[in-house]
């Protein structure tokens, strides 16, 4: 779980915390419907909080509870509110359904990236 192709590469543990942290962040932009104003302060938070799961058990933790954060986020937008444009904040917008795609998105990306991995360990057991 610790083994990266690199020096600079995420390890397989690195990539899952991330992914549950992330899911938390989706979660919290949805809820206040924009994106993060500051992304050097949004990443180092991030950066924090994902060097803080150091198990599995905290990370599929983590996960699970932003997953549920992000579908009850989900829940309370209105129509209206699903028509709205997010501004980032550095001269780019984006649609509010793109916010509401990415956290499956994003955590689908990182789920290839694992799944190669564990082509590269040569375990091709289909893991549930």
Sequence with gaps: MTWSPSPTAKNALQIAAHTAVTSGNFAKMLNERQLPQNVEEHLARTNAAEAALTTIADIEAAFRKN?????????????????????????????????MNLPAMHATGHTYQLDYLQTCWGDLEVHF
């Design 67 to 99: 997953t549920e954060d992000v579908v009850a986020a989900l829940a309370t937008l209105t129509p209206e509110e699903i028509e709205m444009r997010l501004d980032s904040g550095q001269g780019w917008d984006a649609p509010m359904t793109w916010l």
